[in-house]
């Protein structure tokens, strides 16, 4: 890769200043740093070029017309892992953490950016720069809150890096790629992971506090395949809240407003992704986009236990349903919520399907986000994939 730097003649906006992309700004971090100077063209809120970054990544776009494409981008192969012996903390079983770590000691990588968090809150993300094993699991458990990711991309340059994995969600990695030729690195590797509805963290804290019996306890939380929301707890138990038995009129507006305008769900632009919504429950579902993403993966494959993708059952009625029930800030009393989150589980959508489910619920809300919030923005801000996907249900005007 190639460095072209007129941009370090340009400043960074200041904290606090109005972004490029008004309130529909991720705080990715780009417009901290002097590549600021590109943001009109990287930021995924003012710019939407999926398909175009597809194809610098992987060399080619996603096939429309394949299914598995079409829903989850760019792939060589998926499939279902855990590590035999799972990192202590770890938010799953460590998987991410051991493929950075590998890649680390390895010498493929000089440093890692991923995410810890400050002294002084669990949930305060703070971006570094990994140089040590130690560094990189400091930064395990997901921060559910907006990151500035990309705000250290001027220490990578000053630093003289030349080989480095980045750690990050779609809306970062898009404004990664676009300015990636930019960076002056000799390697790029990229790992991903799944995305939807951030908040700030006064929005995290009215989450908690809306949600969870003890709010000052929650280590991290994650909504599961089997219609709860699963939050850890210090002491290591984990409570249970059923999807359905949410207050939705009192969460509708804690959601960033990127996150309800953002439809890369799946993260298409990193090289290897990690989460968990299309593998069994207990287990992690990994997407390999290319040649650099498989290398990652064998680095760490020896510490896994893998087994094939799966997909069962039907979402379609289910996310028809949904559409209505979010739109009218429906709330079940918690009885017949943990009653029907337990229907569902048995006979609901599992694997795949519980993936697909979950990316028709979001994108068809997105949708109707952005078409009555940023109508001049339809057109051109949702991709071609989600509109494909958006059109197999009935929407509200």
């Keep these: 890769m190639t460095s072209v730097l007129p941009h370090q003649k340009a400043k960074a906006l200041k904290p606090g200043s109005r972004r490029p992309a008004k309130e529909l700004c991720s705080e990715c971090g780009l417009c901290d740093t002097y590549y600021v100077h590109y943001v009109k063209e990287a930021c995924a809120f003012i710019h939407?070029?999926?398909?175009?970054?597809?194809?610098?990544?992987?060399?080619?776009?996603?096939?429309?017309?394949?299914?598995?494409?079409?829903?989850?981008?760019?792939?060589?192969?998926?499939?279902?892992?855990?590590?035999?012996?799972?990192?202590?903390?770890?938010?799953?079983?460590?998987?991410?953490?051991?493929?950075?770590?590998?890649?680390?000691?390895?010498?493929?990588?000089?440093?890692?950016?991923?995410?810890?968090?400050?002294?002084e809150d669990r949930f305060q993300p703070m971006p570094v720069i990994a140089r040590t094993p130690e560094e990189i699991l400091a930064a395990r458990v997901n921060k559910p809150t907006l990151s500035p990711n990309l705000?250290?991309?001027?220490?990578?340059?000053?630093?003289?890096?030349?080989?480095?994995?980045v750690i990050g969600v779609g809306c970062q990695i898009q404004a990664l790629r676009a300015v990636e030729q930019r960076l002056g690195l000799e390697k790029l590797y990229v790992l991903g992971t799944p995305c939807v509805d951030n908040v700030t963290r006064a929005g995290l804290q009215k989450f908690l506090e809306t949600t969870s019996k003890s709010p000052d306890t929650v280590v991290h939380y994650e909504f599961m395949q089997d219609f709860q929301v699963h939050f850890k707890h210090q002491d290591g138990s984990v409570e249970k809240v059923p999807f359905f038995g949410l207050n939705t009129k009192e969460l509708k507006d804690v959601?960033?407003?990127?996150?309800?305008?953002?439809?890369?769900?799946?993260?298409?632009?990193?090289?290897?992704?990690?989460?968990?919504?299309?593998?069994?429950?207990?287990?992690?579902?990994?997407?390999?986009?290319?040649?650099?993403?498989?290398?990652?993966?064998?680095?760490?494959?020896?510490?896994?236990?893998?087994?094939?993708?799966?997909?069962?059952?039907?979402?379609?009625?289910?996310?028809?349903?949904?559409?209505?029930?979010?739109?009218k800030g429906v709330t079940l009393p918690m009885w017949a919520a943990?009653?029907?989150?337990?229907?569902?589980?048995?006979?609901?959508?599992?694997?795949?399907?519980?993936?697909?489910?979950?990316?028709?619920?979001?994108?068809?809300?997105?949708?109707?986000?952005?078409?009555?919030?940023?109508?001049?923005?339809?057109?051109?801000?949702v991709p071609e994939y989600a509109k494909r996907i958006v059109s197999q249900y009935r929407l509200p005007e």
Excluded at 348 to 365: C, N, V
Aim: aromatic content about 8%.
């Design 255 to 327: 959601f960033a407003p990127s996150c309800l305008s953002c439809f890369d769900y799946v993260n298409s632009l990193a090289d290897l992704v990690v989460g968990y919504m299309g593998a069994p429950f207990g287990w992690q579902w990994i997407v390999v986009r290319n040649d650099r993403g498989q290398e990652m993966l064998d680095m760490a494959m020896s510490q896994l236990e893998t087994q094939p993708v799966m997909s069962k059952g039907d979402r379609k009625n289910a996310v028809q349903q949904s559409i209505p029930a979010y739109e």
């Design 48 to 119: 939407q070029q999926v398909a175009e970054l597809e194809e610098q990544a992987h060399g080619r776009s996603r096939n429309l017309e394949n299914p598995d494409d079409l829903y989850f981008g760019v792939n060589q192969k998926m499939m279902a892992a855990r590590k035999t012996q799972p990192i202590e903390g770890a938010q799953w079983t460590g998987i991410v953490s051991s493929i950075a770590i590998e890649m680390l000691t390895s010498g493929k990588v000089e440093g890692v950016v991923c995410v810890q968090n400050t002294a």
């Design 151 to 165: 705000s250290i991309l001027e220490q990578v340059q000053q630093s003289g890096m030349k080989r480095l994995l």
């Design 338 to 381: 943990k009653l029907m989150g337990v229907v569902i589980e048995k006979v609901g959508p599992k694997g795949l399907e519980y993936a697909r489910f979950s990316i028709d619920s979001h994108f068809t809300r997105n949708y109707l986000y952005v078409k009555r919030h940023h109508p001049e923005k339809l057109e051109h801000h």
